[in-house]
């Protein structure tokens, strides 16, 4: 009996011992024991961007062509429609942010040698809680990318829409569309598309009709007013 009694009070002090043991580790310590546990951080839009290189693969893009990179925005513009006889690419992934774009540029704009690039970000980032200096910064580096690989394809920049379910954000916008619009006329063959003033009714608000039920992205209306702002432009490049 008392051996078994010692036994037991042998197992509860080494158990004791070794939780305060692990209890005075270095932070750092631990912090690598549960990274190292950890599974790997999950790339959020590898999925989207995997896709579009699959269907390269499969139908290898013209070079030449027009590439429209962006948000929802972008990936909901039927650009077939909009422009039937553009050569275009739609390489929009919906909820992307202006560090997305810098991100895979080197994946889904460079490679495609486009004649000109469409970018629509931004409008997310200010949502998240960016300011609009982290939205140009962001911009910089994405510029820095098409430069660097395709220094005289023209880029148009379309600036922040405004919508009735981020109106509060709207001075935030303006004041990104202003940098935007400077670093455009700075780099000389980047456009700015201020599409701010055809957006809005005589009382100054979002005009309602042209959006759809989430108050957030464009319906057909809407996209033809974008149509016709961008028309001109795709001539340029």
Known sequence: MWRTRFTLLAV??????AANVAAQQPAGLKEAAAKAKAPPAVD?????????????KLAPPPKDAVVFIGSS??????????????????RGFGGSQMSDAVKYAHRIVTPYKPRLIVLYEGDNDLNAG??????VADFDEFLKVVRTELPTTTLVVIGMKPSPSRWKLIEQQRETNRLLA???AKDGKARFLDVEQPMLGSDGQPKPEIFRADKL???????????ELLRPLLAGG
């Open 217 to 227: 992205h464009l319906n057909d209306e809407g996209y033809k007013i974008w149509n």
């Open 73 to 90: 925005s972008i990936r909901l513009w039927d650009l077939k429609q909009s422009f039937p006889d553009l050569v275009a690419l739609n």
């Open 130 to 135: 960016k300011s609009p200096q982290q939205v």
């Open 44 to 56: 959020r839009w590898e999925s989207a961007i995997a896709a579009f290189e699959a269907e390269d």
């Open 182 to 184: 400077e670093r455009c």
């Open 12 to 17: 509860a002090f080494l158990l004791t011992l």
